[in-house]
């Protein structure tokens, strides 16, 4: 079945998938940095990034939190993924600098054309049908050196960034995943990755009433045991420290309230309803690169963009507009 907290078990999916469940795909490159061919170098290594897809934000996050802007260079897809008008169809993931954005009226100016492969490719299949693959997703560790994917596994991505950090460039002090805590953060990133990452999507992009209620019910029930977990007032979800379990928790709770609550038809609360995970999401938003990080109009546009009828929801404006409310943690009251 492999790693639950990597990819999802692809038992019966085509069967799953007709009868209404969305499953979520494996990725196919699996090289990592230190393998034979692939050292850990400065300035050698690139990412393809979308910064409305939350996988693509734990790679962004993990990138800024360690230090890696500077060594590790990147592109940044629009947050919509080509139509059917386009030439080369629908569902594409495109680098287009110049696409106005629906929500603004104006481009985007976190969005790049692709940089890294010499050949400005406009889509990023294209990237993956010059090593012969027929996969579409983002993120993708790209080594500009041999011009190959590396690999697009977002999980193995933010491990391996961790792990070389230094040797990369990185400034070395950040421990994602320190020996002595890695019991409790391993299954931490299971069920966080079960019930809240991929649960958010099982719940909205499920056809079926069942499998819907099932994911509704489980992304919350763990939201009310982190919020149990923060109460004895530790900052972080393992304690003192950062650790990859935050990063991998924070892509999915910064979507919720302006972002998920409709659109995953996640409206059973929102996080401001939970204190501690509340300040537990101000106080991740405030460590050094996170705000950086991603963009919630990138958010906005593409989810509700590629939504029935394109139109991007305006709000929350109560109690405040996101993300500036991320800087208020007191916004959370207690009960």
Same mark, same amino acid.
């Given at each position: 079945?492999?790693?639950?907290?990597?990819?999802?078990?692809?038992?019966?999916?085509?069967?799953? +998938?007709?009868?209404?469940?969305?499953?979520?795909?494996?990725?196919?490159?699996? /090289?990592?940095?230190?393998?034979? =061919?692939?050292?850990?170098?400065?300035?050698?290594?690139?990412?393809?990034?979308?910064?409305?897809?939350? !996988?693509?934000?734990?790679?962004?996050?993990?990138?800024?939190?360690?230090?890696?802007?500077?060594?590790?260079?990147?592109?940044?897809?629009?947050?919509?993924?080509?139509? #059917?008008?386009?030439?080369?169809?629908?569902?594409? !993931?495109?680098?287009?600098?110049?696409?106005?954005?629906?929500?603004?009226?104006?481009? %985007?100016?976190?969005?790049?054309?692709?940089?890294?492969?010499?050949?400005?490719?406009?889509?990023?299949?294209?990237?993956?049908?010059?090593?012969?693959?027929?996969?579409?997703?983002? &993120?993708?560790?790209?080594?500009?050196?041999?011009?190959?994917?590396?690999?697009?596994? *977002?999980?193995?991505?933010?491990?391996? %960034?961790?792990? /070389?950090?230094?040797?990369?460039? =990185?400034?070395?002090?950040?421990?994602?995943?320190?020996?002595?805590?890695?019991?409790?953060?391993?299954?931490?990133?299971?069920?966080?990755?079960? *019930?809240?990452?991929?649960?958010?999507? #099982?719940?909205?992009?499920? *056809?079926?009433?069942?499998?819907?209620?099932?994911?509704?019910?489980?992304?919350?029930?763990?939201?009310?045991?982190?919020?149990?977990?923060?109460?004895?007032?530790?900052?972080?979800?393992?304690?003192? +420290?950062?650790?990859?379990?935050?990063? +991998?928790?924070?892509?999915?709770?910064?979507?919720?309230? &302006?972002?998920?609550?409709?659109?995953? #038809? %996640?409206? =059973?609360? #929102?996080?401001?309803?939970?204190?501690?995970? !509340?300040? !537990?999401?101000?106080?991740?938003?405030?460590?050094?690169?996170?705000?950086?990080?991603?963009?919630?109009?990138?958010?906005?546009?593409?989810?509700?963009?590629?939504?029935?009828?394109?139109?991007?929801?305006?709000?929350?404006?109560?109690?405040?507009?996101?993300?500036?409310?991320?800087? /208020?943690?007191?916004?959370?009251?207690?009960?």
């Amino acid at each position: 079945m492999g790693d639950r907290s990597t990819q999802e078990d692809q038992t019966g999916a085509t069967t799953r +998938r007709a009868q209404g469940e969305f499953v979520r795909g494996v990725s196919g490159f699996r /090289h990592a940095i230190g393998d034979p =061919g692939f050292p850990p170098e400065p300035g050698r290594y690139h990412l393809f990034v979308a910064l409305n897809c939350p !996988w693509c934000h734990r790679v962004t996050l993990a990138r800024n939190v360690l230090g890696l802007q500077d060594s590790i260079t990147m592109d940044v897809a629009f947050p919509n993924r080509t139509d #059917k008008n386009d030439p080369d169809g629908p569902n594409n !993931w495109q680098f287009a600098p110049d696409k106005v954005a629906s929500l603004t009226g104006s481009t %985007l100016p976190e969005c790049t054309g692709e940089t890294a492969t010499g050949q400005g490719f406009r889509l990023v299949k294209q990237i993956y049908e010059a090593e012969g693959a027929t996969e579409r997703s983002v &993120p993708i560790l790209y080594d500009k050196q041999q011009q190959r994917i590396v690999n697009n596994e *977002s999980a193995e991505i933010i491990r391996m %960034l961790g792990e /070389h950090a230094q040797a990369l460039g =990185g400034d070395g002090g950040v421990d994602l995943y320190p020996v002595d805590a890695r019991p409790e953060v391993d299954v931490l990133n299971e069920q966080i990755y079960v *019930s809240i990452n991929n649960g958010a999507y #099982k719940a909205g992009f499920s *056809s079926d009433q069942t499998v819907y209620a099932s994911a509704y019910a489980a992304y919350f029930h763990t939201l009310d045991e982190l919020e149990h977990r923060l109460s004895d007032g530790r900052p972080y979800l393992t304690g003192d +420290r950062f650790t990859e379990a935050d990063l +991998r928790l924070f892509p999915t709770l910064y979507r919720h309230d &302006p972002v998920y609550y409709l659109r995953m #038809k %996640l409206n =059973g609360a #929102k996080i401001l309803d939970y204190p501690h995970l !509340w300040r !537990w999401l101000c106080r991740v938003h405030a460590l050094p690169g996170v705000a950086d990080s991603c963009s919630l109009v990138h958010c906005r546009q593409g989810y509700f963009g590629r939504s029935w009828n394109g139109v991007v929801p305006l709000g929350p404006e109560k109690p405040m507009p996101y993300p500036q409310a991320y800087d /208020h943690p007191e916004l959370a009251l207690d009960a």
